[in-house]
């Protein structure tokens, strides 16, 4: 299974097959599912059945399983989280709650000099020691032949806060569309949103936080398409400039919570005034400071609640606080199956039986949460162009006009204050 296969589709990879990499797969759910294709490399005998068991029913219509589809879905994220372990066992390990993390390192918050001369008296040598937006950490190495929850352990009693770098894989899928291209471009205005995740192709600004970066990928330029717009495909900002940050590269460990806090740093620093992240990962107490400081600064973070089903746990970075955290609804307004869950939902936008635009100006279907999120950030952009700490209630109060109210009247769980940017939908013929 290649590491390009889960960085793209994330977990539901393991539902859907990696659809760029079999040309033939269509990823879409919900839709005449073709026969589930093989994930490259032969799908595992023990992730198979669980695999049909999904897609059956989801394709039969049947209502009576959406409980069991939704438990379903958790086992594919915790079956392809162990087949990730073991395709790169070098460079990711799962932490002690079972989400996949960078192998033999851990993070060590605002660290004193005296802690770090504790735990290098332990054999754990320090790889970097950094400050994003007055947050301090620090990577620390763990000793060899030591795992990683033991290495957790002896910081912690230490007296130091520490965690694993957990990794943030994408969320959503699409398959490239034998329509040929239309890459036009457009001078953009002086608006700019950032986008956290591979790297964007055309991007106004491109800066790599991974090995191998920046380099630009289909998912995060799928991403950026539905923010600018390009060709055919309608962006929710038109014309908006793209701050790309590429959390990836070529890292099979890339995605992690150490990158994710540098990019947001950067997107302050470039004064960037809204940035979305179609990633989904566990909470992690470095990245949770740097949201807060990042936002106390002025910047408006949306996020995607991911794509492993509502029994997941929830997503970050969509369920810190402050986040915008958004789902996505197909063309008839119908919440995806597979839409995952956060601690709130702001809104909901298309996610499905839409367009957007790949690399080499490819038009692709896509489907997910992930690419709901960017028509969420290109609207708020357009509301919000520059940095303006303690305005973001009186935007998003502007957000909430235009938004569509779904679902039980009001504010609800599933599609939270309404959808936006509903004309954005590029269809899928």
Known sequence: MSKRCFRFLGVMAAMTGCALGVGSADAQLGGALPSLPSL????????????????????????????AAANRLDDLRRAAYAQLVRDHPDAIALDPNGFP?????????????????????????????????????????VPR?????????????????????????????????????????????????????????GAALMRGFATGAPRPDDHGTAVASLISGKGPVRGSLPGARIASADVYGTDPAGGNATAIAKA??????????????????PANPLLARVVAAAQARGLIIVAA????????????????????????????NRLLIEAGRASHIDYVAPGADMLAIGL?????????????????????????????????RAVLARIDGEAKDLGARGHDKNFGRGMVCGECRTPAP
């Open 101 to 141: 993390a960078r192998a033999g390192e851990v993070v060590v918050d605002a660290p004193s000099d005296a802690l770090l001369a504790a735990v290098a008296a332990q054999g754990f040598v320090v790889i970097e020691r950094d400050d994003v937006l007055g947050v301090s950490f620090a990577r620390l190495r």
């Open 40 to 67: 490259p490399g032969g799908l595992p005998s023990t992730i198979r059945p669980m695999v049909e068991g999904v897609v059956d029913p989801i394709r039969n219509g049947v209502e009576g399983t959406a409980r």
């Open 305 to 332: 609640v991911g794509n492993n089903g509502p029994a997941s746990p929830p997503a970050y970075p969509a369920s810190y606080p402050g986040v915008v955290a958004v789902s996505g609804v197909d063309a008839r």
């Open 264 to 281: 947001l740093g950067w997107l302050v620093e470039q004064r960037v005034p809204v940035a979305t992240i179609s990633l989904v990962g």
């Open 145 to 201: 032949g030591l795992p990683l929850k033991k290495a957790l352990d002896v910081i912690a009693r230490l007296g130091g806060e520490v965690s694993a770098d957990q990794l943030h894989l994408a969320s959503g899928t699409g398959t490239v569309t034998p329509m040929g291209a239309d890459g036009a471009s457009v001078d953009g205005p002086a608006a700019m949103v950032g986008v956290i995740d591979g790297g964007v192709e």
């Open 360 to 392: 080499g100006a490819r038009r692709m279907k896509v489907r997910g949460t992930s690419f709901a999120a960017p028509l969420v950030a290109g609207r708020i952009a357009a509301v919000y162009p520059a940095l303006n700490p303690g305005q973001a």
